[in-house]
T-cell receptor
Framework: AQKVTQAQTEISVVEKEDVTLDCVYE???????LFWYKQPPSGELVFLIR??????QNEISGRYSWNFQKSTSSFNFTITASQVVDSAVYFC?????????FGAGTQVVVTP | EPEVTQTPSHQVTQMGQEVILRCVPI?????FYWYRQILGQKVEFLVS????????KSEIFDDQFSVERPDGSNFTLKIRSTKLEDSAMYFC?????????????FGPGTRLTVL
């Protein structure tokens, strides 16, 4: 069975610090997708990135970057130069044939 | 840009009452989903729906739950007799493809409060 683990429950940083969120997954599938979602205090789920299992290239989008390491089954997410607006819960998710499995989420608190 | 919409944004009900949560998926999508998030917890899969029938459902999705696509646009989740523990945010999602190439687009959620 698939499993997604986000071991960090909460990370607190001061504005402009970098923050890295860990995500580890377990699966026997060879084809799968991994996602990151942001959930701000307003409650909606904001899609950040989707990665398929065959593409291990790291990706950067503005202040966000993702490091996919298939050898360690990890898909980590880094926010560079954090801002107060980055304060939210971040969820890693695994796509198991159309059924998203979410990790427990990491609460990021960015203080000025 | 097309988006998934959900109504109402917040529903308050008494224990034992029936509730219907409504979703309008993106118009050309064929796959529909409901997820649940109890306050402070992770998002959990409830059910997937394709071709007018349930494709997969989780253990949470017991006989008290049902889904329907009553017309060409709406996708509903019905809870027959609500319990206190049904209080949660319910997210609808829709997608256009099957299997692992299915990107799911989420609605803004309906917060259900059972008193």
């Amino acid at each position: 069975a698939q499993k997604v683990t986000q071991a960090q429950t909460e990370i607190s940083v001061v504005e402009k610090e970098d923050v890295t969120l860990d995500c580890v997954y377990e699966t026997r599938d060879t084809t799968y997708y991994l996602f990151w979602y942001k959930q701000p205090p307003s409650g909606e789920l904001v899609f950040l990135i989707r990665r398929n299992s065959f593409d291990e290239q790291n990706e950067i989008s503005g202040r966000y970057s993702w490091n996919f390491q298939k050898s360690t089954s990890s898909f980590n997410f880094t926010i560079t130069a954090s801002q107060v607006v980055d304060s939210a819960v971040y969820f890693c998710a695994f796509d198991s044939w159309g059924k998203l499995q979410f990790g427990a989420g990491t609460q990021v608190v960015v203080t000025p | 840009e097309p988006e998934v919409t959900q109504t109402p944004s917040h529903q308050v009900t008494q224990m034992g009452q029936e509730v219907i949560l409504r979703c309008v998926p993106i118009s050309n999508h064929l796959y529909f989903y409901w997820y649940r998030q109890i306050l402070g917890q992770k998002v959990e899969f409830l059910v997937s729906f394709y071709n007018n029938e349930i494709s997969e459902k989780s253990e949470i999705f017991d006989d008290q739950f049902s889904v329907e696509r009553p017309d060409g646009s709406n996708f509903t989740l019905k809870i027959r007799s609500t319990k206190l523990e049904d209080s949660a945010m319910y997210f609808c999602a829709s997608g256009s493809l099957s299997g692992t190439d299915n990107e799911q687009f989420f609605g803004p959620g309906t917060r259900l409060t059972v008193l």
